[in-house]
């Protein structure tokens, strides 16, 4: 009969070992969600990063190379106002 009274102390330190053991798992779990969370946000913040930079670099490109063909026109519309005037 002495073993019954101490089998319930006994379930109820296992629960509580258990329960504790759950709890230490999941701040685990949930540390390694945020981790996780962390890169993907500096991922995507890089890939903006990128993506912006791209862009500006593009307008940057377009810009060079049409006032370049717009000096050429401008030259060549010249040349042909100063060859019909020469003759």
């Given at each position: 009969?002495?073993?019954?009274?101490?089998?319930?102390?006994?379930?109820?330190?296992?629960?509580?070992?258990?329960?504790?053991?759950?709890?230490?798992?999941?701040?685990?779990?949930?540390?390694?969600?945020?981790?996780?969370?962390?890169?993907?946000?500096?991922?995507?913040?890089?890939?903006?990063?990128?993506?912006?930079?791209?862009?500006?670099?593009?307008?940057g490109g377009?810009?060079?190379?049409?006032?370049?063909?717009?000096?050429?026109?401008?030259?060549?519309?010249?040349?042909?106002?100063?060859?019909?005037a020469g003759?």
């Amino acid at each position: 009969m002495p073993d019954q009274p101490a089998r319930p102390n006994s379930n109820e330190n296992d629960a509580e070992k258990l329960a504790r053991l759950l709890e230490l798992e999941l701040m685990q779990k949930r540390t390694a969600w945020k981790q996780g969370a962390a890169r993907y946000r500096s991922m995507r913040l890089f890939g903006l990063f990128f993506l912006f930079i791209f862009i500006l670099a593009c307008a940057g490109g377009f810009l060079f190379v049409f006032s370049r063909v717009n000096e050429k026109r401008t030259n060549q519309h010249d040349a042909s106002t100063a060859a019909a005037a020469g003759p």
